[in-house]
């Protein structure tokens, strides 16, 4: 009998701990999440999961960037403006939802903390998405010659955490339309 | 001899508490600074922190407010496109700083943990520059009639948050007098 694949038996518990991981994010808060909660629910090891993450924001981001990679999905329609309004309206109600609002707050303070998973938060979590809005931008005939288009991008996404972070005004449809708006009388 | 009036000697030692706290930031980083360290330098007891404040983030958000509060100074020449200039560059200059970018990521992180912490960053130290900005806005002939003025004021600070929380580019005076030429264009 041929011994089974280590392999394969790596990827399988991989998955399962960033499934399981995900799951609890749904059932509790970021605070109250622990390696061993996840250990438990994956059916492995807490020295599995040490083996492979340092730590729950790094798991936490491993399972949040395989399911963004799938996500990003910027529409193409040929008219920016409901493609904008579209990305905007789904960033501004993952941040108006107080689940992922938490997760992200944790994410964001452990980035802030830490420098390595602030890189791989940005490079894994944020870029795909920023990236493509940027590659729509730059096909546009909307946009003029000549804009910045890393300053473009971040002034549809810039005042989204500024309003998030301080929390200075309500995170709706209507803000995010406007914002829209703002942001396409800039790069006309 | 008349006793020494305690209104006074408290408000010597509230003064003295906060001094210390700004020199000890310009020695040290935030991570290091501790309550202990603070007192020995103001040549108070431990205790007498702990009375007045929660905790160090507490200290340190009432030194830098009483510091913001005559630093804000938002020029008003009748030139919006200079006055922002001007507003932007020092905003992005702060955000440059290695040492005053420490404090503010501190800061932003116990704003994220502390939601009473949170209100009060925003209400003491962001607020003056911000409602400074918005008025300097509302007055101005080049703003349209109709701006949303919250969103206005967002679209200068949010991108200068975004960059500097995701380091995604470069914190120079050019990237502000950009971000000043996107946000008048959105306005005009």
């Known amino acids: 009998m041929p011994s089974p694949d280590p392999g394969r038996r790596n990827e399988r ?3 399962a701990i960033l499934a399981a991981a995900l799951e ?25 999961i ?7 924001g790094a798991v ?10 799938t996500d990003v999905a910027l529409p193409d329609t040929g008219d ?41 938060v940005r490079d894994r979590l944020l870029r795909p998405q920023l990236d493509a809005v940027k590659a729509r931008l730059r096909a546009a005939p909307e946009v003029r010659p000549g804009v910045d288009i890393d300053q473009a991008v971040e002034l549809l996404f810039g005042p989204i955490y500024h309003r998030w972070m301080l929390r200075t005004g309500p995170l709706t449809e209507s803000y995010a339309d406007g914002l829209v708006e703002l942001a396409l009388a800039a790069l006309r």
Do not use: C, H, M, N
């Open 60 to 69: 936490i981001l491993d399972a949040l960037s395989e399911t963004a990679a």
């Open 13 to 15: 518990s991989r998955r």
């Open 24 to 48: 609890l994010l749904g059932e509790t808060t970021y605070a109250e999440l622990t390696v061993e909660a996840i250990a438990a629910r994956a059916g492995v090891g807490k020295q599995t």
């Open 80 to 120: 920016l403006r409901a493609d904008l309004r579209a990305v905007i309206r789904a960033t501004v109600a993952e941040f108006a939802d107080p689940r992922l609002s938490a997760t992200t707050r944790a994410l964001t303070i452990e980035t802030l903390s830490d420098d390595a998973l602030a890189e791989q």
């Open 50 to 56: 040490y083996r492979w993450w340092r730590g729950k």
